[in-house]
């Protein structure tokens, strides 16, 4: 009989995502038509990473106006 060979399994290394403070966030040209949104979610004593911010952007917006 045969023997089972497992096949092997590369590990990608982990993506490490950059933060940044609310007011790089505010000067990049990736948030320049949003910059308002921007600047009303984030706190200023955070930092965050742009895929977190993106997200809280779409969240912001799908929101139900009062």
Do not use: C, H, W
């Amino acid at each position: 009989m045969a023997a089972k060979k497992k096949a092997a399994t590369v590990t990608e290394p982990e993506k490490v995502e950059s933060l940044f403070s609310k007011e790089q966030l505010l000067a990049a040209k990736r948030f320049q038509d949003r910059k308002d949104i921007v600047n009303a979610i984030l706190s200023p004593d955070k930092q965050y990473t742009v895929n977190a911010v993106e997200e809280m952007i779409e969240k912001y917006m799908k929101g139900q106006v009062k």
